[in-house]
């Protein structure tokens, strides 16, 4: 498990290892300080500072770094504290919008939402992840997170 301090200077912030780790089943996590409190299967932006990685919405606009795209593991985490999250891999039941998918499409980032990539996972910047089943109007989707890091300037 990943380990958590809190900086002894005058921020008083909590802190977690810029280290990733990966699983027996080729799974990709990080452990990040949440922004407010994360919703369990729901992907969330990924950035990092001076102290570690950190959690933010894929809200439209505001985006001022490169991020990478995460789904929390650990249920409802709330804010401040350290939760778990995936960045590659198969993930089973990400939430989505009601969207329709056909399996080998990417889900993509756009005005701070997920929707479908419209063609196989390729060379969309905004591209986080393949839809491994298809989907019709349903709120999950089973995906392969890519890992990627994505521009802020492309969101």
């Keep these: 498990m990943g380990i958590v301090f809190r900086d002894t200077g005058t921020t008083g912030r909590a802190k977690t290892p810029f280290s990733e780790f990966e699983t027996i ?8 300080i949440t922004h407010a409190t994360l919703a369990t299967r729901t992907s969330y932006r990924i950035g990092q500072d001076e102290y ?3 959690t933010a919405a894929l809200s439209a606009g ?4 490169v991020f990478r795209v995460g789904a929390n593991m650990d249920g409802a985490v ?3 504290n350290r939760a778990r999250l995936q960045i590659r891999g198969f ?3 990400l ?3 009601t969207l329709t998918v056909s399996a080998g499409h990417s ?3 756009t005005a701070g939402a997920i929707a479908d990539g419209g063609a196989d996972f390729g060379d969309l910047v ?13 709120t999950t989707c089973s995906v392969q997170l890519a890992g990627k890091y994505i521009t802020a300037s492309c969101v």
């Design 25 to 32: 089943d080729g799974k990709t996590y990080v452990y990040a």
């Design 52 to 54: 570690g990685f950190f």
């Design 62 to 65: 505001n985006v001022s770094r």
């Design 78 to 80: 709330t804010t401040g």
């Design 91 to 93: 993930f089973s039941s």
């Design 95 to 97: 939430v989505t919008p």
């Design 107 to 109: 889900l993509r980032i």
């Design 126 to 138: 905004t591209d986080f992840a393949t839809c491994v089943t298809a989907t019709s109007g349903l």
